[in-house]
Nanobody, 119 residues
Framework: QVQLVESGGGLVQPGGSLRLSCAAS????????MGWYRQAPGKERELVAT???????NYADSVKGRFIISRDNDKNTVYLQMNSLKPEDTAVYYC?????????????WGQGNQVTVSS
């Protein structure tokens, strides 16, 4: 089993910044990619950003230019630096780890981390 522990969420004003972190532990064996998803009330969970083991990032259009994903492979940790936050960024953010083929379970999720952007 793999455990993902998230931290860094909270309440921030529009235009502010937050940094999320997610540390993986347990029987990881391999990391294909790690990333972040979010789910706002009444909406479907959506991709925010992912990063491969080689460091190649992928971002949702809604966060490009504002968010930066990074990772520390030695620490099995992924970060999400969120800048210029908007109220529409308010959501529960979930860390995701994909181990790739052939590992089962292939995918793990963090517990969720509330980010609220409000005046």
């Amino acid at each position: 089993q793999v455990q993902l522990v998230e931290s860094g969420g909270g309440l921030v004003q529009p235009g502010g910044s937050l940094r999320l972190s997610c540390a993986a532990s347990g029987s990881i064996f391999s990391i294909n990619y790690m990333g972040w998803y979010r789910q706002a009330p009444g909406k479907e969970r959506e991709l925010v950003a992912t990063i491969t083991r080689a460091g190649v990032p992928n971002y949702a259009d809604s966060v490009k230019g504002r968010f930066i994903i990074s990772r520390d492979n030695d620490k099995n940790t992924v970060y999400l630096q969120m800048n210029s936050l908007k109220p529409e960024d308010t959501a529960v953010y979930y860390c995701n780890l994909d181990r790739g083929f052939p590992f089962l379970p292939r995918e793990y999720w963090g517990q969720g981390n509330q980010v609220t952007v409000s005046s």
